[in-house]
């Protein structure tokens, strides 16, 4: 790939990238969230075409305008997001598209699936839907796909992701026995150790622009870093210590079945304190949108769960932002949102699909402001007036930048749109804050903005409640870490004595029956 | 006897014409297309079967049956085609909002028939004049011999090529959704497009193809209607976009499955004709009467939204756009 | 294996536009607008040999050539209009209500049923207020059932009120079968033609002055509604994103009902309008269609009630233009909706180029405006 440049209206995604992938060699593609890595592989598989610039494959330059034209070139990629159709089975997806002479035969087409299965050592049944099936065999599924189709070039969006160690142990094993084969693998990741672990060579991407590449063993984690945020970053989060903790929510044998009748928690009990953070650890759907939601008020709760809520003492700093009531604790479950909020319980949530969920796409940063208090004040109008001045207020104090106020928050980079949501919870002075994924797809500085932010609200004596995906991140910015699997509390630890491998281990080994936490 | 016969064979009748709406508004949907032109697009298979057959009968003394057939055909699923092309058009192309375009359609597709119905009638020599008598004869032929079974002929075999060609129509589609690769991409395009287009499915392809030929079998339903449910003449009463509606209600009834259709057209005639052989019914009972299959299908529409079964779902898509570089 | 790939890169590319202009938006409307025209032009020429310019003039002529049409086409639009704003909060909300004919025809039902059985025993005030609420009332219940579906099960919406619009149809039959007048004619006839109790009395001197003011008052009721008030605002969000109407602690389900009363009460009261204001009688055409042709005013209005009080006008002049050029030409009335269908396909497609802009091969940026 060379000079490659590709833009969304005012935002450049890739600029002039050049890029070299090599036959029997797996070469990492290393990046921050949002520094162009999966846009860059999509010019490959054809889902974008390149503004600017020319891709040559075998020596040859060619254009690839479709996914199709990536089969016939031998490029096939395993999608972030699984491109499957949920309500046909493995093998009615893996034939999909293709043109093979003849008609369609399902049943030659599982006897082939299960022959390159048998090479690489998977696991799939042909026969199963695809929403029965696991992520990981989804996972497989796709790969599978991508060799059915002979592909010579396989690149793999961060595939880890959705994995436990053992299951990215497994997929690690099968990409060596494809470099064996002889093909082309490119891994998309930001993740070092991985990075370290399988491959040979590192490309690095930053900001959209190519840096740089070099062979694995000629680095080490510390210079890739560098390479990757352009300047050594101390690694080091604040972690101030707060003496005075009162409880400040309790979770008693909290179970939630979602829609589709999947019990998502089972039996989750903990507790939260003011004046500190309680990280949520776990891999990717173990229950942790549920949990929050749940709280929230937004999700029902199977019968017997309890959620009190502990109000804070006259002597805490916090106090004031409490209107008092009499009761000692408040039952939330069986209450929604607004109920929840008109027992005087301040809680601020920032849910992991701002846009979607958090903000309202369409509206400038004054009607959000409102969305949680536009029934403030008597009469049938809204009052637009506050939510002007405080969209004023976190614009300045957050430095959000928009072309103005009454842009589209959809409009606004990842990075700004979380900081107008932040802003607002952070302004109705909560007492319990819960965020998910709060720093996801966003730059190292908007980062570290958002967990001094958490810090200050600690400091303030609010309960934080940290759903995280980094344990990196989690071990140093926490006090406590809660590690969820598959909807089971595995266990709750000090974040400043617990090691990673002890985190990890939690969140992937399943609680036995009887066995103690 | 007789009386059930003769609802029997207005139960099928009835139910071939919506039958044919539906079918193509499968096929459509499948595509993820919701059209809701379904009208406008069997008034223009309707017109254009009728404009086809009057002027062929026109220009000739001697009409030849085989070619009354294959020009009113033709003429009939190439103008619904068309309707098709400029609903897809509409919402692939240039994205625009499917309800709206297809409701568009609904209005247009009245408008060109009606507009062109009534000139037709002029020509012919005033309203209500125009009559395609030798077209009409050859679509209403039935099986000679067997209908002259009793029972069994007049209730089976007395019918029209284009009642079997319904149920035939049917069962192929049957078998090209579940069993061919050109269905299951279909399939795929209609419940995931992007995943479809990252197979290397053209997904546009697919759509256009996919709401074009099922609009030109929906078309079929407005020839139907013409040539045999009203023996090959013309009014503007509107009767068409009822049953063109009813065949969108269909779809929903046969939950998107083109075999359930066939019962459902036959149940829904049953239904609609039902009043005219309870005897005793006042002329505005009878009229209370004929709500019958719409409070059916509300009741399957909610029946089906109380009950999640995954494959009795619309397709996943329907309804929306797709547009590869959207983010 | 063979590969087929060309070297070129793609002759027209799609992009989707950050921003455009006001101006520049509403000139690329206009221009659809014309385009529109010359292809309705194309379209009468072809079909008559007449000259285009003539026949528009003639057109003109039938939607405003005397005082007495440029009120009907005056009444009409209102009637048009009436229904969009009615429509306006429910697809703002994003919840598709194709049931305004039925909603449309409970209302006139109601409405022609009090003028029956209560002409000339109340006071035409009285009565009016009367048909009035009963007809606000019948609309609201047309548009609550579907609702209620909507908020608990998720029922599509779309198909429910589309069926709701037969089951309105077959009552209005049923109604005309039970008060028909004369006997035998399977229609109702004017209602109270001697006393005209129920009727709309008139306002400024003219007849149709208070269907004016009732959908002027709405007109502006609506706008303000949807902009200024708290329950606009919910409206605004549960359109946008179920979700985020549930995080802001918005009840969906209070939403959607009380937002289908408000919008079925207005098409309700469009039937009211329809029969106590115009034809002072009732068929199953006396919506005519109106209902979906208002789905269409609405959202190229983007729900916008001024930008709808255009669009109506549009329309509607369209319709009574056709009709006198049927008439003049010896035409037929439906050549109007030949003519609605272009002009609509025409504005609906003219959003594409609002919203993306096309990029040539070789070109960095052209658009069509």
Redesign the interface.
């Known amino acids: 790939m060379r000079g490659i440049t590709k833009t969304f209206?005012?935002i450049v995604a890739n600029h002039k990238v050049d890029l070299e992938i090599r036959r029997g060699e797996i070469l990492s593609l290393l990046g921050e969230n949002g520094s162009g890595k999966t846009t860059l592989m999509n010019m490959l598989s054809g889902i974008y075409?390149p503004d600017e610039g020319e891709i040559l494959v075998g020596g040859q330059?060619?254009?690839?305008?479709s996914p199709k034209?990536a089969f016939?070139?031998k490029i096939g990629m395993i999608h972030q997001h699984f491109k499957l159709v949920d309500v046909l089975t493995a093998a009615e997806n893996i034939v999909l598209g293709l043109r093979e002479p003849g008609g369609l035969n399902l049943k030659a087409a599982a006897a082939r699936i299960r022959e390159i299965c048998g090479r690489y050592g998977f696991q799939v049944d042909p026969e199963q839907k695809v929403y029965d099936m696991s992520v990981s065999q989804k996972q497989t599924v796709e790969i599978v796909k991508v060799l059915y189709r002979g592909a010579d070039i396989l690149i793999l969006d961060e595939p880890t992701a959705v994995l436990t160690p053992q299951e990215t142990e497994k997929l690690f094993d099968v990409l060596r026995n494809m470099k064996a084969d002889g093909k082309a693998v490119v891994i998309i990741t930001h993740k070092l150790h991985e990075v370290m672990e399988i491959s040979d060579r590192v490309a690095v991407l930053r900001k959209g622009e190519y840096i740089g590449d070099v062979a694995t063993s000629e680095t080490s984690p510390q210079a890739l870093t560098d390479m990757m945020v352009g300047r050594a970053v101390s690694l080091n989060i604040e972690r101030p210590l707060v003496e005075t903790r009162n409880l400040r929510l309790e979770v008693k044998d909290l179970s939630v079945r979602t829609a589709e009748g999947v019990l998502a928690l089972d039996n989750v009990t903990f507790q939260a304190y003011g004046g500190e953070i309680l990280g949520v650890a776990g891999i990717s759907g173990s229950g942790q949108k549920e949990l929050l939601e749940a709280i929230?008020g937004?999700q029902s709760a199977l019968p017997g769960a309890h959620i009190i809520y502990h109000p804070p003492a006259p002597d805490e700093p916090v106090a004031g932002r409490h209107v008092p009531v009499d009761r000692a604790g408040e039952e939330l479950v069986g209450k929604?949102?607004?109920q929840i909020?008109r027992i005087g319980v301040s809680m601020a949530?920032v849910?992991e699909?701002r846009?979607?969920?958090?903000?309202?796409?369409?509206?400038g940063m004054p009607?959000n402001m409102?969305?949680?208090s536009?029934?403030a004040g008597h009469g049938?109008?809204?009052d637009r007036r506050p939510s002007r001045a405080l969209a004023q207020k976190v614009k300045e104090e957050l430095e959000v930048v928009t072309p103005s106020l009454s842009t589209p928050v959809r409009?606004l980079s990842g990075g700004n749109v979380q900081k107008v949501l932040v802003g607002r919870e952070l302004a109705s002075s909560p007492t319990l804050l819960m965020t998910a994924y709060a720093v996801r797809g966003l730059d190292i500085n908007t980062s570290y903005t958002i967990y001094r932010l958490l810090n200050e609200q600690k400091k303030q004596g609010a309960a934080v409640i940290f759903v995280g995906e980094d344990l990196d991140v989690l071990l140093e910015l926490c006090d406590r870490i809660l590690v969820l699997c598959a909807g089971h509390v595995n266990g709750v630890v000090d974040a400043r004595t617990a090691t990673k491998e002890e985190v990890g281990l939690l969140m992937t080994r399943l609680k036995k029956e009887g066995e103690q936490a | 006897m007789t009386q059930f016969i003769a609802l029997f064979q207005a139960a099928i009748v009835f139910g071939t014409v919506i039958l044919y709406g539906a079918l193509g508004e499968i096929l459509t949907e499948k595509s993820g297309n919701?059209n809701?032109g379904v009208p406008g697009i069997m008034y223009l298979g309707g017109i254009a079967g009728l404009a086809g057959a009057f002027f062929y009968e026109l220009s000739t003394p001697n009409p030849v049956p085989a070619l009354c057939l294959i020009i009113s055909f033709v003429c009939a699923f190439a103008a619904a085609a068309a309707g098709g092309l400029?609903y897809s058009?509409?919402t692939i192309?240039?994205?625009?909002?499917q309800?709206?375009?297809g409701?568009?359609?609904?209005?247009?597709?009245?408008?060109?028939?009606?507009?062109f119905?009534?000139?037709l009638n002029?020509m012919a020599g005033g309203v209500g004049q125009i009559s395609v008598a030798a077209t009409s004869a050859v679509y209403r032929v039935s099986i000679p011999g067997l209908s002259g079974i009793p029972v069994a002929g007049p209730l089976v075999f007395s019918y029209g090529f284009m009642v079997y060609l319904a149920i035939a129509v049917a069962v192929v589609m049957l078998m090209f959704l579940g069993r061919t690769r050109v269905g299951l991409n279909l399939r795929a395009v209609g419940e995931n497009p992007a995943t479809a287009d990252a197979a290397g499915i053209p997904v546009t392809r697919y759509k256009y193809l996919a709401t074009c030929v099922g609009a030109g079998i929906s078309g079929l339903g407005g020839l139907y209607y013409t040539m045999d449910y009203v023996k090959g003449t013309w009014a503007?009463e509107?009767t068409i976009e009822?049953l063109g509606?009813?065949a969108?209600?269909l779809v929903?009834f046969a939950v998107w499955k083109s075999v359930h259709a066939i019962w459902g057209a036959y149940l829904f005639g049953f239904l609609t004709w039902l009043y005219f052989y309870i005897p005793g019914l006042?002329?505005?009972?009878?009229?209370?009467f004929?709500?019958i299959p719409?409070?059916v299908?509300?009741v399957v529409?909610?029946v089906m939204?109380?009950r999640k079964k995954r494959e009795n779902q619309?397709p996943a898509h329907l309804?929306l756009p797709y547009?590869r570089?959207?983010r | 294996?063979s590969?087929?790939?060309?070297?070129?890169?793609?002759l027209l590319?799609?992009?989707?536009?950050?921003?455009i202009p006001a101006w520049k938006a509403w000139l690329i409307r206009i221009l659809s607008v014309v385009l529109a025209l010359l292809l309705s032009g194309a379209f009468i020429y072809a079909?008559t040999g007449l000259n285009p310019v003539e026949v528009y003039k003639a057109m003109a002529q039938g939607a405003f050539g005397s005082e007495r049409r440029s009120w009907v086409t005056i009444r009409d639009a209102m009637m048009l209009l009436c229904i969009g704003i009615g429509l306006a909060p429910a697809f703002k909300m994003r919840f598709?209500n194709?049931g305004a004919e039925g909603q449309i025809l409970v209302g006139g039902c109601a409405t022609a049923g009090f003028m029956i059985y209560f002409g000339g025993k109340l006071p035409t005030p009285v009565l009016l207020l009367l048909m009035a609420a009963v007809s606000l009332i019948a609309g609201a219940v047309w548009g609550i059932v579907p609702a209620i579906?909507k908020a608990r099960?998720?029922?599509?919406e779309?198909?429910?009120t589309?069926?709701?619009?037969?089951?309105a149809?077959?009552?209005t039959?049923?109604?005309?079968?039970?008060w028909e007048n004369p006997v035998g004619s399977n229609t109702v006839g004017v209602i109270n033609q001697k006393t005209k109790a129920g009727w709309f009395p008139e306002l400024f001197g003219q007849d149709y002055g208070l269907n004016v003011l009732i959908v002027a008052v709405l007109t502006v009721g609506m706008f303000l509604y949807l902009r200024?008030?708290?329950?606009?605002?919910?409206i605004?969000?549960v359109g946008?994103?179920e979700?985020?109407a549930?995080?802001?602690?918005?009840?969906l389900s209070k939403v959607f009902i009380r937002t289908m009363a408000i919008s079925g009460a207005i098409c309700g009261l469009a039937g009211f309008i329809a029969v106590a204001g115009a034809s002072h009688t009732i068929s199953t055409?006396t919506a005519g269609?109106r209902g979906?042709?208002a789905?269409?005013v609405a959202?190229?209005a983007k729900f916008n009630t001024f930008v709808m009080v255009l669009i109506s006008f549009l329309l509607v002049f369209l319709q009574k233009g056709a009709v006198q050029i049927a008439t003049q030409f010896?035409?037929?009335d439906?050549?109007?909706?030949?003519?609605?269908?272009?002009i609509?396909?025409c504005i609906?497609?003219s959003?594409?180029f609002i919203?993306?802009r096309l990029i040539f091969r070789g070109r960095k940026e052209a658009g069509k405006a």
């Open positions: 209206g005012p075409f330059s060619v254009a690839i305008r034209d016939d070139l929230a937004l929604d949102p607004l909020r949530f849910p699909d846009l979607g969920m958090g903000l309202v796409g369409s509206m009607d409102m969305l949680k536009y029934r049938p109008l809204a409009r | 919701l809701l400029i058009f509409l192309t240039l994205r625009a909002n309800n709206v375009t409701l568009t359609l609904t209005i247009f597709g009245g408008g060109v028939a009606n507009f119905g009534g000139a002029t503007s509107g009822a509606w009813l969108v209600a929903i006042s002329r505005s009972s009878q009229e209370l004929k709500v719409y409070v299908t509300i529409l909610v939204s109380t619309p309804g547009f570089e959207e | 294996m590969v087929h790939v060309s070297h070129k890169e793609p590319r799609i992009a989707k536009r950050a921003s079909i598709w194709i579906f099960w998720g029922t599509n779309t198909l429910f589309l069926m709701m619009n037969y089951v149809i077959q009552i039959s049923y109604c005309v079968a039970l200024y008030t708290k329950q606009g605002y919910e605004a969000v946008e994103s979700n985020t549930r995080y802001a602690g918005i009840k055409s269609g979906f042709t789905i269409i959202w190229l010896k035409l037929n439906f050549a109007s909706e030949v003519i609605t269908g272009i609509l396909f609906i497609g959003e594409f919203q993306y």
